[in-house]
């Protein structure tokens, strides 16, 4: 391991949730809360980014100390400031690009599995596409286990399309050349983030967002108001979906269960998701920094 030292506190925390803050069962630890709140305490910002939507977040993070965080969520696509930050932000994707998107994707694979994004709590998706079963239609029981939601917040895609979504995210046993084929065609216009590992699966997911709906972006929109640099940031990250917020902060940590291109742009190194990785660094920071 290779920890920071700090010389001073950092001017704001940004934080992964999968594989960082969460162990491997989608838990909060108590350490891990604990480290939070003592944070919270001194008035550090602490910044949740994450590639979920909020209604997964509302579903694993516990309210009582979630209302103290901000939130950059589905890769930057909405940011939420709460204090000692402020704002909000929503970036959404054009509709004619997004049509384009799928007409892409469906061609490439009709069992592409589509999910659109509409405000992190109803979406639109293609239940007959794919579930990797190829089984059909989705019950209720898995959308709430892959999407943490009731059955009103799914939408039919069209729908979805019509009401400014701002992140479609893309499901498929091929997703790696698909991307390729979407940026060749796109990339101008949007940002393509390959998650390498999605919820319970084994099968990679592309998220795609607006072109400045990314995760520096959306902590620049957070922080600068406020004016505290990304330089002066701490930032912990596991998954592909991270290494550009890694790469942009001050302060970059990785996961010991990080993949390689992760721990590749990271300076500092912690132990793993389900030993407290991150609580150990920011224990490490507030004995350093003692009243």
């Known amino acids: ?45 602490i910044i949740i980014a994450t590639s979920r ?45 997004l049509r384009s998107i799928i007409d892409t994707a469906r061609e490439y694979d009709p069992y592409t599995r589509i ?14 596409g794919y579930d990797f079963t190829r089984k059909g239609s989705l019950d209720k029981e898995t959308i709430w286990q892959r999407n943490s939601a009731t059955p009103e917040m799914v939408i039919a895609v069209e729908e979805a399309i019509k009401r400014n979504p701002c992140k479609i995210a893309l499901v498929n046993t091929k997703i790696f050349p698909l991307a390729k084929i979407l940026e060749s065609q796109f ?17 990679p997911m592309l998220n795609i967002t607006a072109k400045t709906a990314t995760k520096p972006e959306a902590l620049k929109s957070l922080l600068t108001p406020h ?41 500092y190194h912690t132990t793993s998701n389900d030993e407290d990785g991150v609580a150990i660094v920011l224990e490490k920071m507030l004995e350093e920094n003692t009243l």
């Open 1 to 45: 391991m290779n920890f920071p030292t700090f010389n001073k506190l950092p001017g704001a925390i940004a934080i992964d949730l999968d594989g960082t803050l969460l162990n491997s069962r989608t838990q909060l630890s108590e350490r891990n809360r604990n480290a939070l709140e003592k944070c919270i305490e001194r008035r550090i910002p």
């Open 53 to 97: 939507p909020a209604r997964i977040f509302n579903r694993v993070f516990p309210q009582n100390l979630a209302v103290y965080c901000s939130l950059v969520i589905m890769n930057g696509a909405i940011a939420i400031g709460r204090s000692p930050l402020s704002g909000q932000i929503k970036q959404i994707l054009p509709e004619k690009t």
């Open 115 to 128: 999910t659109i994004e509409i405000d992190g709590y109803d979406f639109g998706t293609n239940l007959e």
């Open 187 to 203: 990339g101008e216009s949007i940002s393509i983030v390959i998650s390498k590992f999605t919820n319970g699966t084994s099968v």
């Open 227 to 267: 004016g505290i640099s990304l330089d002066d940031v701490m930032a912990f990250g596991d998954d592909l979906p991270d290494l550009e917020m890694l790469q942009v902060c001050g302060i970059p940590v990785a996961m010991a269960n990080s993949f390689p291109e992760i721990e590749a742009v990271c300076a």
